[in-house]
């Protein structure tokens, strides 16, 4: 299926020859792929393996694109516009101008002096300087600033209409930290006999079951029903639990709201009901929130676990919840920062303070992140010198970005053999592409995986870059893409156009 | 002996009562504690626990006295001098002007139109800038930016006389991060009979026992030989490696050099002899160079594992070996920035392909830490506009430290009862503190361990705030604390007076 199984084996030979060193994590993955296998025809690790593997391969297809066109190599086309990854400024969004001269003068507060720079923002910068003591070069406490984890749960506060506690907030590198952390946390030891299972929705960003397997875990995958727009449905919940539990100890759900690769958004009725599902199973809550500012879609709204937990009242209330946010998605995208935060609820004091062995080995999180979080939870208020301009780079950014969901999600559907549910949030489309018969065999004969296949024909025919579905999990029989909606508005139009033209050259190939 | 199996208790008795979600995690710690205990009578969950524990109760103890002095509480001293932790800026360490202009001029790049930078740090931001693509604000490789990881390939080339493949390299949060990636890759699976066998120094850096621990992993602690300055002994490594076979499968061997908490440089010969050692039982080489530039006993120089092993000629030079660096440490100190970097070498193909996938996980480290970084092997050269600046701010720090090791060292031993070492490298004195039988009795009725007695005592005492040795392990019966060499010249002094007199009441006391 992928080129895994031979390096697993190549690594497991040289295991057997008695080899020392890097080889242990070889056996180590071999290992998780067999005992992976028993919950799902594609064992968590090769899942993980996959998902990066294939990212690797298209990028590598990308760079070596990249290097032909500067070396003068003839292509079909011109322009290579990359839509694989969530990078808003890869692909030309400008930098929030607080947020980055915050972080320039909290790195250089001699510019403190300049008269360049609007006063809310020096005084930002004097409050998370004051907060680190002696400037960015020291350490934080292993949660990170208290002022900043203040600021967020005042964010949190404001936004649900229910307190957050600063001692429940954990700045983290990225929502990838965030969620590491969590999950370390919530998989048992070697020596138990069964596995901790954690439910994760199929498709998925490929982070959590990569961690999962990493960690020891094991996936209990559930499938979101494309045929109404990635809704959760709770009967497929059941099923798979029930299926999973012969094989681990399920104890924790991931739930992805907004959702990537799908763009769905969650209502509240639908959060309930999960929060219900998780309550009758003990389980804990997972919620990937870092697109809560990305919703597209006209009457969807973000609405966090969290709110709707306490709005349910006991038992619920009393549930143990985990929410994770990033500096890299939303109105920001600064995903080369590495900023993000947790939220944990009713979480005992003695396992806290695991949480805080676990966080002060690492130290802490880079404080220029933590700082740039603060921006984006305690951004300029009306009045502040820089509020004017903030308000309109965000707006900017957010009606674009509305604007480019209609407009792929309206262009995807009109292509032939390609459909895609509304682009209801988050930056992706997650289109099916509806393979022909012919079209899976030519597939076969290329030896890869049938979405793996048309992305890399549409790479190298086009110079557009999009991710196949396989690396997300979908559906045995399905096979789709993802694509971005972040380039600007002529590059993604071109895109789509070299999109169409090439499913049209596609399906009359494989007719 | 600490607060900690109470808290595995707690945690366990909830894991019994069936209680969902993180208690998971209290019960896979206590788990390892028990297996842990194998080797030692100290566990190596329980050392992790312990040290962590140990910072956080002193650190408690820290915070209060900061609030009550505040509030106007009355205390036997006016000034707290903060000797725990090895963050230089924190105790008054400027920033190096040349690393803050390139940082600030990458977050806000309008400031290359300013006046008043100089050329070399705009031409670096925008060699950095380019390198990024569209700026700090993007991903990049997991691995690092190619460029700044090629200049880490020139450094290592130039420092070393061989040569170093960028392809060898990768950027990460810190020298931990480093760490953590290849103790991942090392750490075996758990269907394993035996447990991956780690070599880690007895006095350590507690984030070695911690992470191993937390990876499942087995510690194989060897002595260092405080009579003889801590050098390393071949025997003891062979006792230690002998005791632990039947336990464990050896994999690696981790030398902190030049130490700490210990400030030993080792010798071209004694590296000679490790990688030999490390040869003869086919283990896997880490050496922590975090303080390659912290060098400072006459006749004493830094001479890195890899160097050594080259000039060694085969079959030496086929030996797997992973180095780490930080920008946490040497003349920059940069903590709060979470920069750091591994060279990897003789690692095969397929396992570089799995740390990939390991690396991609965590998509890459902070932009700001890999500029920094950059700037750190790359330097400004003479004739650059801010080279005159930069080798003054940089030979003060070193020159500075200098004479702090050499003050620090001579007055620990001219006080009765506390013998230290020569300060050779890093940026600590592990101090022996020798305690009588009325000083241990007291301890124990204190419920204290008796080195974490002494340096509680001393805190409340005098504001003076060191780390006591069990954090760091040391040989049964002896005693010991960590203080650091970087404070302002007149804090340090200031703070050793301190100690002398309380070291002379509290031998007085207990006499």
């Known amino acids: 299926m992928t080129g895994t199984p031979k390096t697993v084996d190549a690594i497991r030979s040289k295991v057997k020859e008695g080899e020392v060193g890097l080889q242990g994590r070889g056996k180590r993955k071999s290992t998780l792929r067999s005992s992976g296998a028993v919950c799902s025809p594609v064992s968590t690790s090769s899942i993980a393996a996959n998902s990066i593997r294939a990212r690797k391969s298209s990028l590598g297809h990308f760079k070596n694109l990249v290097d032909e066109i500067e070396s003068g190599v003839e292509k079909p086309f011109t322009k290579i516009i990359d839509l694989s990854v969530g990078d808003a400024h890869k692909v030309g969004l400008k930098p929030i101008t607080f947020l980055r001269q915050v972080l320039a003068l909290c790195a250089y507060p001699e510019l403190l002096k ?53 001692r429940d907030i954990g700045l983290t590198s990225g929502a990838a930290g965030a969620a590491r952390e969590v999950m370390a946390l919530l998989m048992t030891g070697k020596d138990t006999v069964k596995r901790t299972g954690l439910m994760i929705p199929v498709p998925q960003f490929p982070m959590y079951s990569a961690t999962t397997s990493e960690f020891g875990g094991y996936t209990i995958p559930y499938y979101l029903e494309e045929g109404t727009n990635w809704s959760l449905d709770i009967m497929e919940l059941e099923r798979a639990i029930a299926e999973a539990k012969p094989h681990c100890i399920p104890r924790a759900i991931v739930v992805i709201n907004p959702g990537n690769p799908t763009s769905s958004v969650l209502t509240k009725d639908e959060i309930k009901e999960i929060i219900k599902f998780a309550h009758r199973h003990r389980l804990f809550l997972m919620a990937d929130e870092v697109y809560q500012h990305n919703v597209w879609a006209d009457g969807a709204e973000f609405v966090s676990f969290k709110k709707t937990l306490m709005e349910m009242g006991p038992p619920y209330t009393q549930m143990q919840l985990a929410s994770f946010m990033s500096a890299s998605k939303g109105f920001m995208g600064e995903c080369g920062l590495r900023a993000g935060y947790f939220e944990i609820i009713n979480i005992p004091p003695d396992v806290k303070a695991e949480i805080t062995k676990s966080l002060f080995v690492k130290q802490c999180a880079p404080i220029t992140g933590q700082a740039v979080m603060d921006c984006i939870v305690n951004p300029p208020k009306p009045g502040d010198a820089s ?55 030519a597939a076969e004969e290329a030896g890869l995986i049938p979405d793996d296949f048309y992305c890399i024909s549409l790479l190298e025919q086009t110079g557009i870059f999009t991710v196949p579905g396989y690396c997300f999990r979908q559906k045995p029989g399905t096979f789709h893409f993802r694509m971005t909606i972040l380039p600007q508005m002529e590059d993604l139009v071109y895109a789509l156009e070299k999109l169409k033209e090439f499913q049209t050259k596609f399906m009359a190939k494989y007719k």
Chains 1, 2 share one sequence.
């Not at 005084?123 to 020291?138: E, F, N, P």
């Not at 309206?410 to 099916?432: H, K, Q, W």
């Open 114 to 166: 300049s008269g360049d720079f609007p006063e809310d923002v020096k005084a930002r910068v004097q409050k998370i300087l004051k907060a680190c003591g002696k400037g960015i070069g020291s350490y934080t406490d292993p949660w990170g600033l208290k002022e900043v984890r203040e600021d967020v749960a005042r964010y949190i506060a404001e936004r649900d209409g229910y307190p957050s506690d600063y």
């Open 387 to 441: 509020y004017d301009q903030f308000i309109q780079e965000k707006a900017f950014v957010i009606s674009d970005l509305k604007k480019k969901s209609k407009v792929v999600s309206d262009f995807l559907n009109s292509v032939e053999g390609i459909t895609c549910p509304e682009i209801s949030g988050s930056m992706y489309a997650f289109a099916r592409i509806h393979l022909s018969e012919k079209a899976l065999q």
